[in-house]
């Protein structure tokens, strides 16, 4: 195959995240208040593998944001294998791949879906065994209906699916910040890079500005600076850049516990020491959309 055509392809999906976060970034006018309404921080996140705990620390991650005063909405992107609503105890009526069926039209909005999570934020429930992935068009639109969330969203959180395919670099390209979800095993340290640089490869080196690490399942903030430095040494050789750690998360028995019980989040708070430590990476990552959004 030629070299050209796959360049092509990525400099249009390029453009398009480009186009994305510019429309993401327009202050919206409504006829009812002619003052423009601050539209939502987008967060994604993502991972180079499952099972390094992305959902929980979603979860665990909304909660500590809706703590600090924000009105929080979660969407489960993870197509085809959600489990966001599980984790919570709750039982949905209404689906993501309700608003894809309906073309996102009226009633059938991401504004519409959103749900009570009764951890101080709102759920978007993600799709179940779809017959088809989400196409670039469907993406898109999702995107698109953030705008609906406008008023009465400060940020929005949406947890991808993991791996490195074009769905995930889709939903994570237009994002403010991308927080790539790790542990120290090895496989998951590879595969985080191959993540990172394959959003650097879309998006060029700018991409690496609204990169960061989350490390999950460390045993001491030791270990996980240990990890940033591993993947920024090798980031920056390569790519020319060094992704921030914007918090670390400790092994936990109550983690496994609260998953199989779908009680992992009690009283407003994450049930594990998760929640402590999803806290101070909070208060880091809007301090840096504060300062992104000022610069």
């Known amino acids: 195959m030629s070299v050209a055509?796959?360049?092509?392809?990525?400099?249009?999906?390029?453009?398009q995240a480009s186009r994305l976060r510019e429309m993401l970034g327009q202050p919206r006018l409504v006829e009812s208040n002619p003052a423009p309404l601050p539209r939502p921080r987008l967060i994604a996140l993502a991972s180079g593998k499952g099972g390094v705990g992305k959902t929980l620390t979603s979860i665990s991650l909304a909660t500590a944001i809706a703590n600090l005063g924000q009105r929080?909405?979660?969407?489960?992107?993870?197509?085809?294998?959600?489990?966001?609503?599980?984790?919570?105890?709750?039982?949905?009526?209404?689906?993501?791949?309700?608003c894809f069926r309906h073309r996102f039209g009226a009633g059938h909005g991401l504004s519409e879906l959103a749900i009570d999570s009764g951890a101080g934020f709102r759920l978007v429930p993600g799709a179940v065994g779809l017959g088809r992935p989400p196409g670039a068009g469907d993406r898109a639109m999702l995107l698109d209906d953030l705008s609906g969330l406008e008023s009465s969203t400060d940020v929005v959180l949406v947890d991808c699916s993991a791996g490195v395919g074009?769905?995930?670099?889709?939903?994570?390209?237009?994002?403010?910040?991308t927080a790539v979800v790790l542990t120290p095993e090895p496989t998951a340290i590879a595969d985080a890079y191959?993540?990172?640089?394959?959003?650097?490869?879309?998006?060029?080196a700018e991409a690496g500005d609204r990169l960061g690490l989350i490390v999950n399942q460390v045993s001491n903030r030791a270990e996980a600076l240990r990890v940033h430095r591993r993947i920024c040494a090798v980031a920056h050789r390569f790519l020319g850049i060094r992704p921030d750690l914007l918090g670390w998360v400790p092994s936990d028995r109550a983690i496994p516990r609260g998953v199989r019980e779908q009680r992992i989040v009690a009283r407003g708070k994450v049930r594990s020491a998760a929640g402590k430590t999803m806290k101070k990476a909070a208060k880091q990552i809007l301090a840096r959309l504060d300062r992104d959004k000022s610069s």
């Open 194 to 204: 191959a993540l990172i640089k394959s959003l650097v490869i879309r998006d060029g």
């Open 166 to 177: 074009v769905g995930v670099l889709d939903m994570a390209s237009p994002a403010d910040l």
């Open 5 to 15: 055509p796959i360049k092509s392809d990525l400099q249009a999906r390029s453009d």
């Open 72 to 98: 929080v909405v979660l969407i489960d992107a993870d197509f085809g294998a959600a489990n966001a609503d599980i984790m919570l105890g709750l039982s949905p009526l209404r689906r993501l791949d309700e």
